[in-house]
T-cell receptor, first 114, second 109 residues
Framework: ETGVTQTPRHLVMGMTNKKSLKCEQH?????MYWYKQSAKKPLELMFV???????ENNSVPSRFSPECPNSSHLFLHLHTLQPEDSALYLC?????????????FGPGTRLTVT | GQNIDQPTEMTATEGAIVQINCTYQ??????LFWYQQHAGEAPTFLSY??LDGLEEKGRFSSFLSRSKGYSYLLLKELQMKDSASYLC??????????WGAGTKLIIKP
């Protein structure tokens, strides 16, 4: 595997379910990110991890819970979601935070909350 | 507040040139990025500007004017595969990327 991978690619869940999204990067990067992408809206940064430490939490509701066990893996645990949480969830990684470090994105998980 | 503005949609003809504009108002500035995103796919990096001027990379060029809070992405010799959304993003003083909503570019034969 190369680059950034995400599983599952598609997820349908009810509002009472608990599920987790997984992201893995094979690039040796130190920073990882979760973004939410809704149609015709800007990418919304949710969480940032640098060297496994969470550095940003952009006022994300507690029904979204991130976990970063090591620099290569990032999870997003979901519980009691709302229909408005339906979106594409993108994971990204970069060598470090700031400067010219470009972010490499995974293919995303298309989440539908019913 | 922080704001990135870019046109929602543009149409151009195969073989032609198109310029996609981006204006920004952010808390500090640590560089501007352009990304390309094909429908149903992940965004991919195109360019990074931190100093004023034009950066050329093959058929794509990116320009920055920090004093005007303005950038553009110039695509030359358009090909059908250039049909995609183009995302402008600015890194603010906290080294967070602030994203525009993207410009959907439609290429017609």
């Amino acid at each position: 595997e190369t680059g950034v991978t995400q599983t599952p690619r598609h997820l349908v869940m009810g509002m009472t379910n608990k599920k987790s999204l997984k992201c893995e990067q094979h690039l040796g990067h130190n920073a990882m990110y979760w973004y939410k992408q809704s149609a015709k809206k800007p990418l919304e940064l949710m969480f940032v991890y640098n060297f496994k430490e969470q550095t940003e939490n952009n006022s994300v509701p507690s029904r979204f819970s991130p976990e970063c066990p090591n620099s290569s893996h990032l999870f997003l645990h979901l519980h009691t979601l709302q229909p408005e949480d339906s979106a594409l969830y993108l994971c990204a990684s970069s060598q470090d935070i700031g400067g010219s470090y470009e972010q490499y994105f995974g293919p995303g998980t298309r989440l539908t909350v019913t | 507040g922080q704001n990135i503005d870019q046109p929602t949609e543009m149409t151009a003809t195969e073989g032609a040139i198109v310029q996609i504009n981006c204006t920004y108002q952010t808390s500090g500035f640590n560089g501007l990025f352009w990304y390309q995103q094909h429908a149903g796919e992940a965004p991919t990096f195109l360019s990074y500007n931190v100093l004023d001027g034009l950066e050329e990379k093959g058929r794509f060029s990116s320009f920055l004017s920090r004093s005007k809070g303005y950038s553009y992405l110039l695509l030359k010799e358009l090909q059908m595969k250039d049909s995609a959304s183009y995302l402008c993003a600015v890194m603010d003083s906290n080294y967070q990327l602030i994203w525009g909503a993207g410009t959907k570019l439609i290429i017609k034969p």
